[in-house]
T-cell receptor
């Protein structure tokens, strides 16, 4: 089936640790996005990538890093510099009619 | 302002129509979207409307766009308990997508 997958579904981070969230798509989409969702709030853009080997910071990039070595994959690393990482993280890719298609999300919790 | 605004809550009885409203900010936005989010899940695209349209109907969903007032609405006919979720409107602004804070729809049996 075509779609976007995110793993893991839940992720626990210890203080001072970097963790990486996976996002994979087999939709052949060029552009991919990472968002953060906090309770009762909309989505805030962390990073986006319009094409392989290229990515730009979004509105809240501090404490996060990304790579885009393959079209299918856009992993997000939450670094120790991100002091408030607890949130729901959503990955999306851009399809026809400029519509975004979302993965199921990863919930990151701090131990 | 910069924000896309939505009311936070809406409660309707099963079988009634639901109308969720959204005010967006950029009159040059080309596409406007409605997404549905169920608990613990990602966002599911419900429908979108291109800015040169006033209305779009898709089965139980009707989207109305008032460009002059920058107002977007989503009407769900014959609302069912399975429609209980959070609904987000979003506008495309250049390369970015700006989302509202979401409207939590509760359907009462």
């Amino acid at each position: 089936d075509g779609g976007i997958t995110q793993s893991p579904k839940y992720l626990f981070r210890k203080e001072g640790q970097n963790v990486t969230l996976s996002c994979e798509q087999n939709l052949n989409h060029d552009a991919m996005y990472w968002y953060r969702q906090d309770p009762g709030q909309g989505l805030r853009l962390i990073y986006y990538s319009q094409i392989v080997n290229d990515f730009q910071k979004g509105d809240i990039a501090e404490g996060y890093s990304v790579s885009r070595e393959k079209k299918e994959s856009f992993p997000l690393t939450v670094t120790s510099a991100q002091k408030n990482p607890t949130a729901f993280y959503l990955c999306a890719s851009l399809g026809g009619q400029q519509t975004q298609y979302f993965g199921p999300g990863t919930r990151l919790l701090v131990l | 302002g910069e924000d896309v605004e939505q009311s936070l809550f809406l409660s309707v009885r099963e079988g009634d129509s639901s109308v969720i409203n959204c005010t967006y900010t950029d009159s040059s936005s080309t596409y406007l979207y409605w997404y549905k989010q169920e608990p613990g899940a990602g966002l599911q695209l419900l429908t979108y409307i291109f800015s040169n349209m006033d209305m779009k109907q898709d089965q139980r969903l009707t989207v109305l766009l008032n460009k002059k007032d920058k107002h977007l609405s989503l009407r769900i006919a014959d609302t069912q308990t399975g429609d209980s979720a959070i609904y987000f409107c979003a506008e495309r602004r250049s390369y970015k997508y700006i989302f509202g804070t979401g409207t939590r729809l509760k359907v009462l049996a």
